[in-house]
Nanobody
Framework: QVQLVESGGSSVQTGGSLRLSCEAP????????VGWFRQAPGKWREGVAS???????TYAPSVKGRFTMTRDDAKNTLYLEMNSLKPEDTARYYC??????????????????WGQGTQVTVSS
């Protein structure tokens, strides 16, 4: 069982930046893909960014160019650098890890392990 713990969520103004972190023990050994998802009130959870084998990445169109996901296997930690934040980025952000997929993917069903989330609020 992989336990994921997110941190770094906060309230910021439009145009601000945040860096989310996720402690993910064991991800360095698994080599499987990891990702960030978010869920806003009244909306479905959506994939934001994912990193797979060989550092391949994929991003949701709504965040591409503004968000950067990285993984530090030496520290078993994932990061989501978020810049030029907008009110529509307000959501609870979750990190997730796959038990078997190596390719970066934003499809939720490929992920087996989830953190509890961290709240990001962007005010106008």
């Amino acid at each position: 069982q992989v336990q994921l713990v997110e941190s770094g969520g906060s309230s910021v103004q439009t145009g601000g930046s945040l860096r989310l972190s996720c402690e993910a023990p064991g991800i360095a050994y698994s080599g499987n893909c990891v990702g960030w998802f978010r869920q806003a009130p009244g909306k479905w959870r959506e994939g934001v960014a994912s990193v797979g084998t060989g550092a391949s990445t994929t991003y949701a169109p709504s965040v591409k160019g503004r968000f950067t996901m990285t993984r530090d296997d030496a520290k078993n930690t994932l990061y989501l650098e978020m810049n030029s934040l907008k009110p529509e980025d307000t959501a609870r952000y979750y990190c997730a890890a796959s038990a078997y997929s190596r390719k970066a993917t934003l499809t939720e069903r490929f992920y087996s392990y989830w953190g509890q989330g961290t709240q990001v609020t962007v005010s106008s």
